[in-house]
């Protein structure tokens, strides 16, 4: 319900990769149907350390960018979810000026 108010209309759940069912995540980015992998262990028990070195791993063999730590994690949701409302109301989301722009 979250993700529908946000604007996110599609959303897929995905298996883990020690669950042996589709759409596994390791699938995923093997075909590389994934843009961007966040990984941030929720547990320090044996499965979840597996499951994440098996995405880790995943990630870094097809070159999908990967983030481990919650904060990037958080600040990278807000950039893109910033940089997405600009482009939607019409506004560049980067613009560049030379100093002479700035200063005269």
């Known amino acids: 319900e979250v993700l529908r108010q946000g604007g996110i209309t599609t959303c897929v759940t ?48 097809s070159g999908t960018p990967l983030i481990v730590d919650i904060k990037t994690a958080i600040l990278t949701v807000v950039s893109l979810q910033r940089k997405h409302q600009r482009e939607k109301a019409g506004k560049p989301f980067w613009s560049f000026n030379s100093w002479q722009e700035y200063v005269e």
């Open 14 to 61: 995905v298996f883990k990769p020690l669950v042996k069912r589709e759409p596994n995540v390791l699938t995923l980015l093997e075909t590389g149907k994934l843009d961007l992998l966040i990984n941030v262990p929720d547990s320090m028990d044996s499965q979840a350390l597996t499951d994440g070195f098996e995405m880790r791993r995943a990630a870094v063999d």
